[in-house]
């Protein structure tokens, strides 16, 4: 059975490891096999290895499967203890492609119009404050002023024009 | 269908007010008018019932009719009267228009976050909904009536400017233009006593005090029940904005129906020599105006107005006020950490870089992997987490291969509200690589999608989502600008 040990330098929730900013860096590829019975979901392995292990993520190929690796037990000199998990999100990474989801955020799609409970508004508003001018009131005077209108309601018929 | 502007406010008057002695005059002229009342009468009886009511109006622009008046009594005596007629006894006026622009281009620009204040004259503050009117001119009207000295504000909102080619009028819905969105009720005369006084106090009134007198009953109507939210406008101007606003009673929202328009505006009633109706009315308005003044008061703590003395000072301009929330930008990290909100229901394979997804549909792998049940719910629960997940795309670097050598010259587009049109105008040279690493590339404008000949670009503040990129021409074109495809001399590709 081959197991192949990576350096992985990148973000564990990133589905596709192993691209220009998260490079999944070979350390070394190793052939044995299985002693005892193994879960495919977490793998416990002892491996030879003449210096302290500097990688963090496996591939074993017969499994199919991608592995982050949980613990490193030293059992005796240059025999090493290796606890993984499966890491379902690089393993899977086709099905996820073609699964369908509800994405209520996103980094490079965006909906504007959206209320984003997580922005940050600091204390207070900014006001503008905008004049409308118009040439229809005047202000209210106490003592009207000479050319301040005043109008005057009449009854029926006692006011009428004189060209009628 | 075009409403008559003049039919509706009538209709808002919910009556006909068809006097047909309306005389307008000033101060002067209102004591030549009394004199020439006691001439052609014969005692007080006579024509205090006949001049039914005398207003103070300080309103500029009424419309008059020329002809010369005379005036009779029932002995046939008449005489020349030196005034001129009211020409219509309601009339509606287009005050003014603002455009109300968003500043934020998102969420932030709506109800909940921006507010929007109003000073009407004569009436006071209220308030607008920022979701009526953001990205659209408001606009204002204010009718007349002069049978009773009570007045409408209209406030309207319209996709475009009005302007002396366009009649305010008002249309339905459906058909653009101004929409009335609210309606308040205010007093733009008051009164003077007739009836209850005799010809010296009209005279000494017309000449002197006419308005004072009024004034100090409308000063007294301040301990007869003025509602607290109106006299709160002279402390703190930011506290609330509801507290601001005008009395409710005072005007009210209109509702349209498909049928029509139909108001529910208090039904306007004449007030007869009965100054505490309307004086009440005019100190609320007064109010407002200290809290104009208070805010424009360099200390305002100790500058603060709060003396109805200053009642002339009252502005006569209306003031819109927008208060803009203080919205953080999120740097390009944030977006990377948080996200921005999408809501889009997606196969995972459309999106890039970080997301959360609140649920997930994985299509039946039973037959065709090795999955185990407990692999699934593990997945399941990864790409549901509040936390996100991230996926790049790892064969990103073959893909700009193809189209590394373009230069993108894409055009931002520049909308014109005034005008219908809009175009596109090159905006900065960039190759592709750069762009996908320029911060148009995040927030304002980003590529989601790229293929051999085209790539899909959401571009902030436009309306078009999809562009392509034109082969060996290096310019983006909208799709939908095909349709009108201009290709301007200066500025290229685009709407024009």
Redesign the interface.
């Known amino acids: 059975m081959k197991i192949v040990f990576y350096h992985y330098k990148g973000?564990k929730?990133?589905?596709?490891k192993?691209?220009?900013?998260?490079p999944l860096t070979k350390v070394i590829e190793l052939d044995g096999t299985l002693k005892q019975p193994t879960s495919?979901?977490n793998v416990v392995v002892t491996i030879e290895y003449d210096k302290t292990p500097n990688f963090n993520y496996v591939y074993i190929e017969e499994f199919?499967r991608y592995y982050f690796i949980t613990n490193i037990v030293s059992v005796r000199n240059n025999v090493w203890q290796i606890t993984m998990h499966?890491d379902?999100?690089y393993?899977?990474n086709t099905?996820?492609?073609?699964?369908?989801?509800?994405?209520?955020?996103?980094?490079?799609?965006?909906?504007?119009?959206?209320?984003?409970n997580?922005?940050?508004?600091?204390?207070?508003?900014?006001?503008?404050?905008?004049?409308?001018?118009?040439?229809?009131?005047?202000?209210?005077?106490?003592?009207?002023?000479?050319?301040?209108?005043?109008?005057?309601?009449?009854?029926?018929?006692?006011?009428?024009?004189?060209?009628e | 269908m075009w409403i008559d502007f003049r039919n509706y406010i009538s209709n808002i008057f919910y009556k006909n007010t068809h006097?047909?002695?309306?005389?307008?005059?000033?101060?002067?002229?209102?004591y030549n008018?009394v004199k020439d009342f006691e001439s052609i009468f014969s005692n007080f009886t006579d024509y205090s019932?006949?001049?039914?009511?005398?207003?103070?109006?300080?309103?500029?622009?009424?419309k008059v009719?020329e002809?010369?008046?005379?005036?009779?009594?029932s002995r046939g005596d008449w005489k020349?009267i030196k005034v001129k007629?009211?020409e219509a006894d309601s009339t509606i006026?287009h005050?003014?228009?603002?455009f109300v622009s968003p500043r934020?281009?998102?969420?932030?620009d709506y109800k909940?976050y921006t507010?929007i204040k109003i000073y009407l004259?004569?009436m006071g503050y209220v308030n607008v909904d920022p979701n009526e009117c953001m990205g659209k001119y408001l606009q204002?009207f204010?009718a007349f009536d002069?049978?009773t000295g009570k007045g409408i504000h209209l406030i309207g909102t319209s996709s475009n400017y009005i302007d002396n080619q366009h009649e305010p009028y008002i249309v339905d819905d459906c058909f653009g233009d101004v929409r009335i969105i609210s309606t308040y009720e205010f007093d733009?005369?008051m009164e003077?006593p007739v009836g209850t006084s005799n010809i010296g106090d009209i005279k000494r009134n017309?000449v002197?005090?006419?308005?004072?007198t009024v004034?100090t009953a409308a000063v007294s109507a301040a301990t007869m029940g003025i509602p607290a939210a109106v006299v709160a406008t002279t402390s703190s101007v930011?506290s609330s904005f509801e507290v601001q606003e005008r009395s409710p009673d005072k005007g009210s929202r209109l509702k349209t129906t498909s049928a029509g328009t139909e108001t529910q505006t208090t039904e306007t009633t004449k007030t007869t020599n009965n100054p505490k109706s309307f004086s009440k009315t005019?100190l609320e308005?007064?109010n407002s105006s200290i809290g104009v003044l208070n805010?424009s008061a360099p200390n305002g703590n100790t500058d603060r107005v709060n003396d109805a003395?200053l009642?002339?000072?009252?502005?006569?301009?209306?003031?819109?006020?927008?208060?803009?929330?203080?919205?953080?930008n999120?740097s390009k990290n944030e977006?990377?950490l948080?996200?921005?909100?999408?809501?889009?229901?997606?196969?995972?394979?459309f999106?890039?870089?970080?997301?959360?997804?609140?649920?997930?549909?994985?299509?039946d792998?039973s037959s065709s992997?090795?999955?185990?049940l407990?692999?699934l719910e593990?997945?399941e629960m990864?790409?549901?987490?509040p936390?996100?997940?991230?996926?790049?795309?790892?064969e990103?670097?073959d893909d700009f291969t193809n189209l590394k050598s373009f230069e993108l010259y894409y055009y931002k587009n520049h909308y014109d509200w005034v005008s219908q049109y809009k175009f596109y105008y090159p905006h900065e040279y960039m190759t592709w690589k750069d762009f996908i690493n320029s911060p148009y590339n995040?927030?304002n404008m980003?590529a989601?999608e790229v293929g051999d000949d085209y790539v899909r670009l959401?571009i902030?503040d436009d309306y078009g989502d999809y562009y392509y990129l034109e082969n060996n021409v290096n310019s983006l074109v909208d799709i939908n600008s095909k349709v009108y495809n201009y290709n301007h001399p200066d500025y290229g590709y685009g709407f024009y």
């Open positions: 973000l929730n990133q589905i596709k192993g691209g220009r900013d998260d495919l979901t199919s499966i379902v999100l393993t899977y099905i996820i492609d073609n699964s369908y989801a509800f994405i209520e955020r996103a980094e490079q799609q965006h909906n504007p119009m959206i209320v984003d997580k922005r940050v508004f600091e204390a207070g508003y900014q006001i503008e404050k905008n004049e409308i001018s118009n040439d229809v009131f005047r202000t209210f005077n106490m003592t009207p002023r000479d050319d301040d209108f005043v109008y005057v309601i009449t009854g029926f018929d006692f006011f009428t024009r004189a060209d | 006097f047909n002695g309306m005389m307008l005059t000033n101060k002067r002229g209102l008018i019932s006949e001049m039914t009511s005398i207003y103070y109006c300080p309103i500029k622009s009424i009719s002809t010369s008046q005379y005036l009779n009594n020349d007629g009211i006026q005050l003014g228009q603002y934020f281009n998102n969420f932030a909940g507010h004259p004569y204002f204010v002069f049978a733009f005369a003077i017309a002197l005090g006419a308005i004072k004034a930011t005019a308005a007064f805010m003395s009642l002339w000072s009252m502005p006569t301009n209306i003031i819109v006020e927008i208060y803009r929330p203080k919205m953080m999120y977006i990377s948080l996200g921005q909100p999408v809501g889009v229901a997606n196969p995972i394979s999106m890039s870089g970080f997301m959360v997804a609140s649920s997930v549909k994985i299509p792998i992997s090795s999955i185990t407990e692999e593990e997945l990864l790409l549901t987490s936390n996100g997940f991230y996926r790049y795309r790892v990103e670097d995040v927030g980003f989601y959401n902030k």
